[in-house]
């Protein structure tokens, strides 16, 4: 099915087709947006009379003469200093949405982009051996949530999971394994998340103990992380140990997120550990890296530290070790000159800001990088906090784990829907299917309304209450249509009808479904699904607006009873589409 024209696409298209006839010379945007006063404004004509010297109320009203109204203009009027005010016909807003309605796409009429890429998305980054905890969380979250808008958008998306699982505490835990070789064997053949996360926690701080009181052991940990660069094959296969546990774990924490992880994303510091001589050689070889006290240096003139002297990106450490940022320039080369990425998004820590600052400088002047060929972005976030403003932390001032976050929030939803669930016949899996949905909605939506620079409050009591910009108001009108539909039963077929005046409440329900595709290019565009967020909760409101004021089932003639099934129908749709490009469910009974 082709994609459905946007009732505002259209508006635009005649007013910027009026404006050149009115204007020929001039560069015509009407500057269109949605208005109170009536469906649309255009504030346009107010720069287009400045540039020509024009009266702008004058230049207005011949703008009106030239527009072709049709069958989707009713009035369009000039207002102010030189404003246009647009009415559409209630049988153009109805089309529109009958148009949307009947893609069978599951698309609801939205385009794909006509020039789509390759963006490479780093995101969800735990670390071996290590639980993952609250700080977690967002790079998850956010970084699912952008995969899903531009792969549905038609972009072309490689996921990314750059874990860390290298480095020198692999030495000792490797050393400690060797000497210790049964202490990740396992009695039985599948083995949960959190069996896995506590032998490998286990383990880790035996051998801390062990490294700090034992200086022969220490010696023989530092050889073996040696051992581990140099490729040595009994060193990488007990090391391999450690991954294939971590993941398991990974897994079990990402499946309870309800994200889908697959384990070819997963391309680790590992991975790019051959290209590190390679990439050190080419910075120096160019002049981009220069030696400096025996390191590998690229400094900036822009970054000093607090002394005022210049602090460089350590490349190669004197010691010949390797940076971080070796590892990413190495990254970078990769997804530029392998995966022929058009974009490179990092969904990191706004706190690793500088660093990325000037690891994207480094790759523009080695020419990996340029603005208009290949553009990397960092979707910095900010930390989540407490209800007292500090960051997210345990009583005892410990860092709080993902799962156990993730528990709770789910504990409190279920018992949410175990209130209502008499009322609405839900048996106990679906009680327990749907805490979860709910609870692992909650946390996602409290993250992804926010946007993502700024940091968000953790409270849980507002996360899974009904009332304000919750996940589960938007998944109670959700279901709330769901039952309306199952009442309507056969009786009543959603069924537009173009003929019918619209009230009020329908108008403006009708107006923002056709914003969703608009919605979802700009929040591809600046990758900010708090936007999406934004829209699919105006949508909620619009709906429990049009509920006080149109009845459905009890409507005044069985056409209106069919339009109205029509009309929310399609928002179920608009809200099911919308809340899944955020990685959160919609139950149908709530």
Request: aromatic fraction near 8%; hydrophobic fraction near 40%.
């Amino acid at each position: 099915m082709a994609p459905v024209t946007s009732l505002t696409a259209s508006v635009n298209q005649r007013l910027t087709t009026a404006l050149s006839a009115t204007l020929p010379t001039a560069d015509a945007e009407p500057l269109l947006r949605r208005s109170d006063r009536a469906d649309y404004q255009a504030n346009g004509i107010l720069a287009l009379a400045k540039k020509a010297k024009a009266n702008p109320r004058e230049l207005a009203t011949q703008v009106v003469a030239q527009v072709e109204s049709g069958e989707l203009i009713k009035e369009i009027e000039v207002s102010g200093p030189g404003f246009l005010n647009i009415t559409l016909t209630d049988k153009a807003i109805t089309q529109n949405l009958a148009e949307r309605y009947a893609d069978t796409e599951n698309r609801l009429g939205v385009p794909l982009t006509t020039h789509p890429g390759t963006t490479v998305i780093d995101y969800a980054q735990p670390n071996v051996a290590k639980e993952m905890h609250v700080g977690h969380l967002r790079s998850a979250v956010i970084g699912d949530a952008v995969v899903q808008i531009l792969e549905f958008t038609g972009e072309n998306v490689v996921r990314r999971h750059h874990i860390g699982d290298w480095g020198t505490q692999f030495g000792m835990l490797i050393q400690y394994l060797d000497e210790h070789p049964h202490e990740l064997d396992h009695k039985d053949a599948q083995i949960s998340g959190e069996e896995a996360m506590s032998n490998l926690d286990r383990l880790y701080k035996a051998a801390r103990k062990l490294f700090d009181s034992d200086e022969e052991f220490k010696t023989r940990a530092r050889r073996r992380v040696v051992d581990l660069q140099a490729g040595d094959p009994h060193t990488l296969a007990t090391w391999q140990k450690f991954v294939d546990e971590s993941k398991i774990y990974f897994f079990s924490v990402f499946e309870k997120l309800d994200m889908e992880i697959r384990d070819a994303d997963i391309v680790g510091e590992s991975g790019y550990n051959d290209m590190l001589d390679e990439t050190c050689r080419l910075l120096e070889e160019s002049g981009v890296a220069v030696r400096s006290e025996g390191a590998l240096c690229v400094f900036f003139d822009d970054v000093k530290g607090p002394d005022g002297n210049p602090v460089p990106l350590i490349v190669k450490k004197s010691d010949g070790g390797y940076g971080y940022a070796a590892t990413d320039l190495s990254a970078i080369r990769d997804r530029v000159f392998n995966l022929k990425a058009n974009s490179l998004l990092y969904v990191v820590d706004a706190r690793q800001s500088l660093h990325f600052k000037m690891v994207f400088e480094t790759a523009r002047r080695a020419g990996w990088l340029n603005d208009e060929d290949v553009k990397a972005f960092q979707l910095a976030f900010g930390t989540v906090l407490g209800k007292d403003g500090k960051p997210f932390k345990t009583r005892e001032g410990e860092t709080i784990r993902l799962v156990d976050l993730l528990d709770e929030a789910i504990d409190r939803a279920t018992a949410v829907v175990r209130e209502k669930a008499e009322k609405v016949g839900l048996s106990e899996q679906e009680i327990v299917e749907n805490g979860r949905y709910v609870g692992v909605g909650a946390v996602k939506y409290a993250d992804l309304s926010t946007s993502a620079v700024r940091d968000y409050k953790f409270d849980l009591d507002q996360m899974v209450s009904l009332n304000g910009d919750t996940s589960v108001y938007l998944q109670y009108a959700y279901a709330r249509i769901q039952s309306i539909l199952r009442k309507a039963g056969e009786s009543a077929a959603p069924t537009a009808h173009p003929e019918l005046e619209l009230a009020p409440a329908e108008r403006a329900l009708g107006l923002h479904l056709d914003q969703f595709g608009e919605t979802l290019a700009e929040v591809a565009e600046s990758y900010e699904p708090h936007k999406l967020a934004a829209y699919l909760f105006k949508l909620a409101t619009l709906l429990t607006t049009f509920y006080d004021q149109c009845p459905v089932l009890k409507a005044d003639t069985p056409a209106q009873t069919e339009n109205r099934l029509f009309l929310v129908d399609l928002t179920a749709r608009t809200l099911h589409r919308g809340m899944a490009l955020l990685g959160i469910r919609t139950p149908d009974k709530l």
